[in-house]
């Protein structure tokens, strides 16, 4: 009898109530949201800076021949506008999260407890995909107003694009962050990526008016994919077959990505 009590006493135990990954990643998102919300200088980063680098694209598209690459001023800029987003919302913002977690001991902790890695990651970068979300749709609709752009003549490249550009931010951020040390040194290892997205990407001016090779160099950088789709769907130059050869590419930076994540992410700091 007591033997059967105590084994009833121990299930009993043990059989508490359990969190869910949806619940836990919810309060991971929440806790993000709040803190990035009294973080000054991540929302300059985030909601100042995509549009004064869009601004200052405005002022050298102008000088641009597009209407013979076959673009619009707007149908340049609103995929610009959104890159920005992708590189300054995102990927320099979870960066800088990642690490400064990682410092604080917090994914150390939270890799103690029931969250697994790809919850406690993808966790963490919600409240900066739901803010870039939020902007990217601010931005299309005044870029649209304003510029008096038509709808995508290829919508479905349009929404892969932005789709694999907030997957792809989130893993290189991730990625980035495995080398990175400290927050300080964050600024640096930012600096490869942010920089070969504005002037390689096609942020700045159109892979076009590059010479060939430079140009099919440039296409194979992490966001140009993400470019291509995005002004591509918009302006309807891009075919099928260009827009698979996009896919691919983008596909390549994501599984290296999964891959160096897997392979050299910390969980806690380096000594």
Same mark, same amino acid.
């Given at each position: 009898m007591s033997g059967t009590l105590t084994q009833a006493g121990h299930e009993t135990a043990t059989a508490g109530p359990r969190t869910t990954a949806a619940s836990r990643m919810k309060a991971l998102a929440r806790a993000?949201?709040?803190?990035?919300?009294?973080?000054?200088?991540?929302?300059?980063?985030?909601?100042?800076?995509?549009? $004064? !680098? @869009?601004?200052?694209s405005m002022s050298v598209a102008k000088d641009m021949d597009l209407e013979k690459m076959g673009l619009s001023l707007g149908t340049m800029l609103i995929?610009?506008?959104i890159a920005y987003v992708l590189v300054f919302g995102i990927y320099t913002q979870l960066v800088g999260t990642y690490v400064t977690r990682r410092e604080e001991l917090v994914l150390k902790r939270l890799r103690t407890g029931e969250p697994g890695d790809v919850e406690i990651?993808?966790?963490?970068?919600?409240? $900066? !995909? @739901?803010a870039a979300v939020v902007q990217c749709l601010v931005l299309i609709t005044a870029g649209a107003l304003l510029l008096d752009v038509e709808m995508p003549s290829r919508v479905l490249f349009v929404a892969v694009g932005i789709l694999l550009g907030l997957v792809l931010s989130v893993l290189l951020a991730a990625a980035t962050a495995a080398f990175?040390?400290?927050?300080?040194?964050?600024?640096?290892?930012?600096?490869p990526?942010?920089?070969?997205?504005?002037?390689?990407s096609g942020l700045f001016f159109p892979l076009e008016v590059l010479p060939d090779t430079v140009a099919t160099i440039c296409e194979l950088l992490p966001l140009s994919p993400v470019v291509e789709l995005m002004r591509g769907g918009w302006s309807g130059t891009l075919s099928w077959s260009g827009a698979l050869g996009a896919v691919a590419i983008a596909a390549?930076?994501?599984?290296?990505?999964?891959?160096?994540?897997?392979?050299?992410?910390?969980?806690?700091p380096r000594r």
């Open positions: 993000e949201l709040t803190l990035l919300g009294r973080h000054k200088a991540g929302l300059v980063m985030l909601l100042v800076m995509p549009l $004064a !680098l @869009t601004l200052s995929p610009t506008a990651l993808a966790g963490t970068s919600v409240a $900066a !995909l @739901t990175t040390k400290s927050v300080e040194s964050s600024q640096l290892t930012i600096a990526v942010m920089l070969l997205s504005m002037f390689g390549a930076w994501i599984v290296l990505s999964v891959f160096t994540v897997k392979k050299r992410f910390r969980w806690e």
